[in-house]
């Protein structure tokens, strides 16, 4: 498993540097992506040999594609990639901003479609690789103040279904990972207490874990997610009442 090559998007902070740092100290080539060439840099700079800066907005479709060329050029065929950029912003009815919802489903929904549209074929080509598109458990379910970052994570598992049942059988793996709390500075403006917080270290132990086995989806911290996954299930008439005592609504 060692000397893949491995590309990971928004890893200059938080899940995607330690899932980086981890998967360069057990042997991988890591190409590093995030708008801040500066905080790659830095990054890059504990583990020269391993890990290869390329900056880019994966917003910006046809930077993405050159990006995965460059990469593929320098480094050789990507065997892996962890699409993990993501934005978080609070969108509550008080103030609510269509623009600020923009903004999350164009990093969140349209980044992950924009590296996807560039590297499935390529993948697809060679019958080898593997996509791992970072969700979330809010996606399992629409949760208050959260309506534009639920519908982003809801559309990524959502995105991962479909092409899991078209990818399965052309070599290609896809998985969705969905994180409960994790202290990163996404989650450092929340002003409640966050149950299950992990740190990033143990959140890219999981997932580096998750991303070994087969299970299209990587869920943790297990208690927490199963928690979750039982809301999912729950019926209207019990999962609002319950999800409004949650929150003090
Ligand atoms: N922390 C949690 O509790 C948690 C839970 C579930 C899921 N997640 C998901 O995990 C992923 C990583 O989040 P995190 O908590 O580690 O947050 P983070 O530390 O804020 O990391 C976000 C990363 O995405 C990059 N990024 C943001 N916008 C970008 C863009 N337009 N183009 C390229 N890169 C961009 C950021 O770098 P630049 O700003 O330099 O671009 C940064 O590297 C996100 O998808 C998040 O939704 C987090």
């Not at 080898?128 to 309506?147: C, D, K, T």
């Not at 990524?156 to 990163?184: H, N, W």
């Not at 999981?206 to 297990?222: H, Q, T, Y």
Request: hydrophobic content about 45%.
């Amino acid at each position: 498993m060692a000397n893949r090559v491995t590309w990971i998007t928004g890893a200059s902070t938080g899940i995607g540097a330690a899932l980086a740092r981890k998967m360069a100290g057990a042997g991988d080539t890591v190409a590093i992506s995030a708008r801040s060439q500066e905080t790659l840099d830095s990054v890059c700079a504990e583990n020269p040999d391993r890990l290869h800066p390329f900056a880019l907005d994966v917003t910006d479709r046809a930077a993405v594609a050159a990006v995965i060329e460059a990469i593929e050029t320098t480094l050789g065929p990507i065997d892996q990639a962890v699409l993990n950029a993501g934005a978080y912003t609070k969108t509550p009815v008080d103030g609510f901003s269509a623009e600020t919802v923009e903004r999350m489903m164009m990093v969140n929904v349209v980044g992950v479609a924009n590296a996807l549209e560039a590297l499935m074929p390529r993948m697809v080509a060679r019958r080898r690789g593997a996509i791992a598109l970072m969700a979330s458990v809010a996606g399992y379910r629409g949760l208050p103040y959260a309506a534009g970052y639920s519908g982003s994570k809801a559309a990524v598992i959502a995105m991962g279904q479909s092409l899991k049942a078209e990818l399965d059988g052309k070599g290609v793996k896809i998985q969705v990972i969905c994180p409960g709390f994790v202290r990163t500075p996404l989650t450092d403006q929340n002003e409640f207490d966050m149950p299950f917080l992990m740190e990033p270290e143990e959140a890219a132990d999981r997932i580096v874990d998750g991303l070994k086995g087969d299970s299209f989806e990587i869920a943790f911290p297990k208690r927490f997610a199963l928690q979750l996954k039982t809301m999912q299930k729950l019926p209207d008439a019990l999962f609002f009442p319950m999800i409004k005592k949650t929150v003090g609504l």
